[in-house]
């Protein structure tokens, strides 16, 4: 049986077609104070296997309260077989400590998953694969960019060139080139002077080349415009931007189509205007694989 949480509802009811699964009817509003109600309205079988997908991207919180009450409603029906896919994990950027006693808000986030009775966590691309050693139950860090090569392999007439907007995402370059068969690279900040800072691709040339700039999230959009802004000068002919979490803070993207993008694309592991590639399939595949 497949719950979706309020923040993954398309996706879950996605994944239960895939799976050719029950989807359970759940109960959500707000009370005026701003508290939140829940409800599972379906009989579970204590012996069901069930799957919870909810991301907890913003409101995080709201998000992250809601996934605790189906889970805790869960344990209360005896339910004790639970996988929860969330496939953006929030809070999942501070995984570790950059600034003496911070709250490590990744490992506090798991310490409260795991008391709910989960036996496996599944997500998407996570920010780092380290977040996976914060559980001690397992964690599948899956990846959309197979997803997202079939997509440009689909929908795009010339075969463009794979880039990351730095060496931190060049594994993501890489994994879509090697399935289209295409150049990837990355943009590298190069110090010509104690003054001068020049960012470039590394190794190849983009001129008269269409261009698709892969990362993991869009926040604010300062990464990707950046990027574009960069591979314009250097003579790029298009440049289509692709991200697995549409976080898009703001106005990001209009920034980025200000910027002169082609086209700005996400994968639905979040609700956005840009959510154009389902990772449903991928999470489905993975299911049926455990
Ligand atoms: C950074 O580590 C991530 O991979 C993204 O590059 C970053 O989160 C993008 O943020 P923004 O859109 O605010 O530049």
Do not use: W
Not at 169 to 183: P, S, V, Y
């Amino acid at each position: 049986m497949i719950i979706g949480g309020s923040a993954s509802q398309a996706l879950a009811s996605q994944v239960a077609m895939e799976l050719d699964d029950k989807l359970c009817s759940v109960e959500t509003k707000k009370f005026p104070d701003g508290e939140r109600y829940l409800r599972i309205k379906d009989e579970i079988p204590e012996d069901e296997k069930v799957i919870v997908v909810q991301s907890t991207g913003y409101p995080q919180d709201e998000n992250m309260m809601e996934l605790f009450f189906i889970l805790d409603t869960l344990n209360d029906m005896n339910v004790t077989d639970i996988t929860v896919v969330s496939p953006y994990l929030g809070y999942s950027r501070q995984e570790r400590r950059f600034k003496e006693v911070e709250c490590i808000s990744a490992k506090a986030t798991a310490k409260l998953i795991q008391t709910m009775g989960v036996k496996r966590l599944i997500s998407i691309n996570l920010h780092e694969q380290s977040i996976c050693d914060l559980y001690d139950i397992p964690v599948d860090n899956l990846s959309a960019m197979p997803t997202i090569a079939e997509h440009i392999k689909n929908t795009f007439d010339v075969k463009p060139v794979i880039l990351a907007p730095d060496k931190g995402a060049i594994n993501f370059a890489k994994e879509i080139a090697m399935i289209l068969d295409t150049d990837y690279d990355y943009l590298e900040k190069v110090r010509l002077s104690p003054e001068v800072v020049e960012t470039k691709t590394k190794n190849i040339s983009v001129k008269d080349k269409n261009v698709v700039i892969i990362d993991d999230i869009i926040s604010t959009g300062g990464t990707i415009v950046n990027a574009i802004n960069i591979l314009k000068e250097q003579g790029a002919v298009a440049v289509d931007v692709f991200c697995v979490h549409p976080v898009l803070v703001n106005d990001a993207v209009l920034k980025i189509n200000a910027a002169g993008a082609h086209s700005v694309q996400g994968t639905n592991t979040l609700k956005s205007d840009v959510s154009f590639v389902s990772v449903a399939k991928t999470i489905a595949n993975h299911l049926k694989s455990l």
